[in-house]
């Protein structure tokens, strides 16, 4: 069953399909990260369309989200042990067909059910794709491509409410939709012909249910009390928080004694690992401080009209993506570990600005604080992943990929109500402008104390590494 070997091929054909399969798994990344941010300018088109409220139409977002942050783990383990190409063909598939089914939903609610079903595939396509980059190149080359995925990542973010807002005026809402169709069929034609087979785990490597049902439904009660309540934290938050705890407790017990664990407990006690996960969960909480606080202060704190405030909030996207290539480059040459303290240092100071220069110097302070805080980012997030990727065992790229992306997304969900809650918490009572800059301040400096706290984490991991 296996006609390809895992090693890179050194025949000559080899550079040219691998281009085709780099390209294959750019476009996956495309995809998902798409999905992730199209569908939120076309709420108020989706609650006139179907005479919903707003607390409804937000679960066509909060759907995808979901899903991803439940079940990206555990389709990272299936990869794993079914074989990541023949998932991914799976998961592209599914997201192709989930996003006809969106486009054709008679009710908001099928339109919700098809959300959540095109992020389960936009889950696998995220948790495989860069499994895909330790299988398929040489270690030497893992940075460059980690920063290739990364900016198409960012590309993905940045271009979903700009197309999103161009389809809806064009046609239709449905049209935020129907652009996956022909993306997601050539990615899954390039995937098909282009991708190396891939061995699957032994026979004998069984897979856990109870372990995974658990995992997902932890997750899920910890994502929703970061959600719902739209930035209060009432009864129901806390409930959902409680039941993540005991989720988390049974689910740890649970992979102590099962004799094939989703994830094994000792994999977590790796420092470098452990470290990785915490600092991207720690960066991705303050990265999405700067999509939920940015607006706002832009439009009430300065003044800016609303084209203005989507150029300057299109600055931050943009250096992330031009930063991406590089910092792989960078990473692949300079080494990983440098390159992701650099990057957390530059962050740091982003953030520190951003706390001082947009109350004396504007708009201008804020576009010069943001782009160093991204720039940053891109250069963590490159070398966060090549560290981690480059090194870890064939049968486990799967699952640390998808638990590298699970830390994505529980900072991002974490970061969009503690960080708004923080913000919030100082821009009422007093006069508008001065409390959204107070907020402002606030907000950042905070964010500035946990990239201190990522940097503390990431260089102690990365001192703790055994030498090569």
């Known amino acids: 069953m296996q006609s390809n070997p895992t090693t890179l091929p050194t025949t000559p054909p080899t550079e040219r399909a691998l281009r085709w399969a780099l390209a294959s798994l750019a476009l996956s990344m495309l995809l998902s990260s798409l999905g992730t941010s199209i569908a939120n300018v076309g709420l108020p088109t989706l609650a006139q369309a179907f005479d919903a409220s707003f607390q409804q139409v937000q679960w066509v977002v909060l759907a995808y989200l979901l899903a991803i942050t439940t079940l990206v783990v555990s389709v990272g383990r299936l990869g794993d042990l079914l074989g990541r190409k023949r998932l991914l063909l799976g998961g592209s598939a599914l997201f192709t067909l989930a996003s006809l089914a969106c486009a054709m939903a008679p009710t908001l609610w099928l339109l919700i059910a098809a959300r959540a079903a095109q992020g389960l595939g936009a889950a696998t396509m995220m948790a495989l794709t860069m499994a895909f980059v330790g299988q398929t190149l040489p270690k030497e080359k893992t940075g460059s491509a980690m920063g290739m995925l990364a900016t198409m990542s960012a590309i993905g973010t940045a271009l979903g409410p700009m197309l999103g807002g161009l389809l809806i005026a064009a046609m239709d809402w449905r049209a935020l939709f129907w652009v996956n169709l022909p993306l997601g069929l050539l990615s899954l034609l390039l995937a098909w012909r ?10 004998d490597a069984g897979f856990d249910p ?32 409680l039941a993540a705890a005991v989720g988390l407790g049974l689910f740890l017990l649970v992979e102590s004694r099962v004799a094939s664990p989703l994830i094994r407990l ?31 202060y832009l439009a009430r704190g300065l003044g800016l009209a609303a084209p203005l405030v989507g150029l300057a909030l299109s600055v931050g996207p943009l250096v992330a993506a031009l930063t991406g290539v ?22 740091v100071v982003g953030a520190l600005l951003l706390a001082l220069l947009p109350s004396a110097l504007g708009v201008s302070g804020y576009v010069a604080s943001i782009a160093v805080l991204t720039g940053g980012y891109g250069l963590f997030q490159t070398a966060n992943n090549t560290a981690v990727m480059a090194d870890v065992a064939p049968t486990q790229r799967g699952l640390v990929s998808g638990l590298l992306n699970l830390a994505r997304n529980l900072g991002l969900v974490s970061g969009a109500s503690l960080m708004g809650a923080v913000f919030a918490s100082h821009a009422e009572d007093i006069g508008q402008a001065q409390a959204l800059a107070k907020g402002m301040h606030l907000t950042f400096a905070v964010a500035a104390a946990l990239l201190l706290a990522a940097l503390a984490i990431a260089a102690r991991g990365l001192a703790a590494r055994k030498p090569v």
Do not use: E
Request: charged fraction near 15%.
């Open 194 to 203: 282009y991708l190396p087979l891939d061995d699957a785990a032994k026979k």
């Open 210 to 241: 109870l372990g995974t049902l658990l995992l997902a439904l932890t997750l899920a009660a910890y994502a929703l009390s970061m959600t719902l309540g739209r930035g209060h934290f009432g009864s129901l938050n806390m409930a959902l928080l």
């Open 266 to 296: 000792d994999l977590l006690r790796d420092p470098r690992l452990s470290a990785s996960l915490a600092s991207s969960a720690l960066v991705a909480t303050v990265m999405m401080s700067t999509l939920v606080v940015g607006p706002f």
């Open 326 to 347: 590089p910092a792989g480059r960078l990473a692949d040459h300079w080494g990983a570990a440098r390159v992701t303290l650099l990057g957390l240092a530059a962050m």
